[in-house]
């Protein structure tokens, strides 16, 4: 039986360096410089299971998207409680707990520059990519305020859009990633945030030395209710592509146009291939899904008007987190108990391929 979901970063946190020392990892706590919502201080967590010296090693990475990483922190803390059923020798594990702790703590998805991090990581020294159908949308996806008469307003004239451009188009346009609107949904920012420079040193360094490596990260928010959708950031065609479908053999790629997702530009597993170049690297991304398409936009839309006009911590706000949290993860246990099982299917093949 996995345990709830927590209820806070700082109960999620708890939780994972609680397991992590009964499963007698190494533990190494990275400090994010602002506070959460409680105050607290935040940190980037990493716990390590099995030889530093290995030269395979896997790492699970939650909470790229800060409220996603309820989920994968509890998978995470789950996995470190069931460390006994684990072969004797095979890679080092490695479990990256928070790679967004400003936006697990502050229910957001994500960061503190309202940055996306997975459309952060795009060539800094070129222009950003262009997406100016995003314009056209702005108004209507992030009004200047959140009354009544402006949702309705706004949903209405966004339900013609979807009429006219269809569901695909519309989704290109709006989850594909757009660097011109701060306030906006699925912002990538104007150069590298905290957590892309944290994740790109951290992998530098800690794959130094590693022959190959598989990488797994953890989200939610698309796709059919428990279901763990296999999503590479890989071209179809490429050596590491070849390599995800045959550890997985129902891996899609965003580049085929046949995924849950929309061709992104800037996520962070398309970019790992820079981080160690000398490390064979095999990534791919669990995707959960919760609530439908339009639910999950109208929190994402409720979190950035509150951001951009509002006060965060004052005490209405709790229902703007209440939503995003209730379109990013079920607190029905029956839904933590379907997620389980992809989760321990990706990570015993990762295991049985490297060993």
Same mark, same amino acid.
């Given at each position: 039986?996995i345990? !709830?979901?927590?209820?806070?970063?700082?109960?999620?946190?708890?939780?994972?360096?609680?397991?992590?020392?009964?499963?007698?990892?190494?533990?190494?706590?990275?400090?994010?410089?602002?506070?959460?919502?409680?105050?607290?201080?935040?940190?980037?967590?990493?716990?390590?299971?099995? !030889?530093?010296?290995?030269?395979?090693?896997?790492?699970?990475?939650?909470?790229?998207?800060? #409220?996603?990483?309820?989920?994968?922190?509890?998978?995470?803390?789950?996995?470190?409680?069931?460390?006994?059923?684990?072969?004797? #020798?095979?890679?080092?594990?490695v479990? #990256?707990?928070?790679?967004?702790?400003?936006?697990?703590?502050?229910?957001?998805?994500?960061?503190?520059?309202n940055?996306?991090?997975?459309?952060?990581?795009?060539?800094?020294?070129?222009?950003? !990519?262009?997406?100016?159908?995003?314009?056209?949308?702005?108004?209507?996806? %992030?009004?200047?305020?959140?009354t009544?008469?402006? +949702?309705?307003?706004?949903? %209405?004239?966004?339900?013609?859009?979807?009429?006219?451009?269809?569901?695909?188009?519309?989704?290109q346009?709006?989850?594909?990633? +757009?660097?011109h609107? !701060?306030?906006?949904?699925?912002?990538?920012?104007? =150069?590298?945030?905290?957590?892309?420079?944290?994740?790109r $040193?951290?992998a530098?360094?800690?794959?130094? =030395?590693?022959?190959?490596?598989?990488? %797994?990260?953890?989200?939610?928010?698309?796709g059919?209710? =428990?279901?763990?959708?296999?999503?590479?950031?890989?071209?179809?065609?490429?050596?590491?592509?070849a390599?995800?479908?045959?550890?997985?053999?129902?891996?899609?790629?965003?580049?085929?146009?046949d995924?849950?997702?929309?061709?992104?530009?800037?996520?962070w597993?398309?970019?790992?291939?820079?981080?160690?170049?000398?490390? $064979?690297?095999?990534?791919?991304?669990?995707?959960?899904?919760?609530?439908?398409?339009?639910? #999950?936009?109208?929190?994402?839309?409720?979190?950035?008007?509150?951001?951009?006009?509002?006060?965060?911590a004052?005490?209405?706000?709790?229902?703007?987190?209440? +939503?995003?949290?209730?379109?990013?993860?079920?607190?029905?246990?029956?839904?933590?108990?379907?997620?389980w099982?992809?989760?321990? +299917?990706?990570?015993?093949?990762?295991?049985?391929?490297?060993s």
């Amino acid at each position: 039986m996995i345990a !709830p979901l927590s209820r806070s970063y700082v109960e999620a946190r708890a939780a994972f360096l609680d397991a992590a020392a009964a499963a007698g990892a190494r533990i190494d706590s990275h400090p994010h410089p602002l506070r959460g919502l409680e105050g607290e201080e935040l940190f980037v967590d990493v716990a390590e299971v099995g !030889p530093t010296d290995a030269d395979r090693v896997i790492v699970v990475v939650s909470g790229t998207h800060g #409220v996603e990483g309820y989920l994968g922190s509890a998978l995470q803390r789950h996995h470190l409680a069931t460390l006994d059923r684990e072969p004797a #020798v095979g890679p080092t594990l490695v479990f #990256v707990h928070a790679l967004n702790p400003y936006g697990f703590s502050w229910v957001r998805r994500v960061n503190e520059d309202n940055v996306d991090l997975n459309r952060n990581f795009v060539d800094w020294s070129q222009p950003p !990519p262009a997406n100016p159908d995003y314009a056209d949308l702005a108004a209507l996806l %992030v009004p200047d305020s959140w009354t009544e008469a402006e +949702q309705e307003r706004t949903l %209405v004239g966004l339900m013609g859009v979807l009429q006219d451009l269809g569901m695909a188009r519309m989704q290109q346009i709006i989850q594909g990633g +757009q660097f011109h609107h !701060p306030t906006g949904v699925f912002y990538g920012g104007t =150069g590298p945030v905290w957590s892309h420079r944290w994740l790109r $040193e951290f992998a530098r360094r800690r794959l130094a =030395g590693v022959a190959r490596a598989a990488i %797994v990260d953890l989200h939610t928010g698309l796709g059919p209710w =428990g279901h763990g959708s296999l999503l590479s950031s890989d071209p179809p065609g490429s050596e590491s592509f070849a390599r995800q479908r045959a550890w997985w053999p129902d891996a899609t790629a965003l580049d085929a146009g046949d995924s849950v997702s929309a061709v992104v530009a800037g996520d962070w597993l398309a970019a790992a291939h820079g981080f160690a170049p000398d490390t $064979e690297i095999t990534g791919i991304t669990i995707e959960y899904g919760t609530v439908d398409g339009i639910t #999950v936009l109208q929190s994402l839309r409720a979190d950035a008007v509150l951001h951009a006009t509002g006060d965060p911590a004052a005490p209405e706000a709790l229902a703007v987190r209440d +939503q995003v949290r209730a379109a990013f993860l079920d607190d029905d246990p029956a839904w933590l108990e379907t997620c389980w099982p992809r989760y321990e +299917q990706v990570l015993e093949r990762a295991i049985a391929h490297l060993s």
